[in-house]
């Protein structure tokens, strides 16, 4: 006597999986806004466009999305938020607790409610294991990305990319500002390296320096501090969550 009514077989599996994916990639060779680095900056990002009615493809080449929220500070899991950001965290449902003026929220809860706020909203398809390793551009303008599986990127073996093509594409790719120097290889672009830590400075940085830095090419989060020689802020997450908020507000005027 089994247990399950409806047992499912290893064929099902393969043949459901292999169909659900390929259907959700093949909708995301066009999209109206295509993030690449599901860190904070971009996880928001994506997520307002989405309640705006775009449809969003994020990508990201670790195997769990959420950038360096996890570790907290030297591995100790908590993040710190300002106050004026308290909004922004019960809009998703994050717990904090509020000490000396700020707030305290424990890393895991705070990556995990975001991630689980992007990869169920029904306008945006969400690929981990996936590295952008190329622009794709038409007329001087960027178009969208060319992407590899990440463990034939990191395997360094001969495989031709595809592309995945958009009205816009944001760099949220953290310190290494992937994009960025992507499209500095080609253009000119000044880009100065991040500077040293000062975190009240660093916030304001990262939200002053969100921008588009060519025709359809956009910076938010840590990379737009690096791009400009914005401070680092180290374990202070306000600013990242308004840098993805303004990210979005411009690339939606954009497109
Ligand atoms: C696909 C890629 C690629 C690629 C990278 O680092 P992140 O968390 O980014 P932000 O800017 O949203 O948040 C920064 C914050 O986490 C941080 O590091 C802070 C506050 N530091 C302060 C300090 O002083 O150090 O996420 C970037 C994401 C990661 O998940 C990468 O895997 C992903 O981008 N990524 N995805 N293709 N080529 N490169």
Known sequence: MSTFVNPVTDQQASRLILRHYCQALEK?????????????????????????????????????????????????????LQKDVESILKDFGILFQEDEGALVVSSVAFASKLIFAVASH?????????????????????????????????????????????????????????????????????????????????????INNTCMLAPGLFVAGMAANNVAGGARMGPIFGGMLLSGKKAAKLIAEYI
């Open 122 to 206: 029904p306008k945006i398809k969400l690929f981990n294991l996936v590295t952008v390793e190329d622009l794709h551009s038409v007329e001087n303008k960027v178009t969208g990305v060319v992407i590899n599986n990440s463990a034939i990127q990191m395997s360094g073996l001969h495989v031709d990319p595809m592309v995945l093509t958009a009205k816009a594409v944001l760099d949220s790719t953290g310190h290494d500002a992937v994009l960025a120097n992507l499209y500095s290889q080609r253009a000119k672009l000044n880009i100065t390296k991040q500077s040293f830590m000062n975190a009240v400075q660093g916030e304001e940085d990262v």
């Open 28 to 80: 995301a060779i066009e999209s109206d806004v295509i993030i690449v680095g599901a860190g904070p900056s971009g996880l928001i990002c994506a997520h307002d466009l989405a309640e705006k009615g775009h449809n969003v493809t994020v990508l990201d080449r670790h195997l769990v999305p959420g950038g360096g929220i996890w570790g907290g500070s030297m591995s100790f899991n908590y993040v710190i």
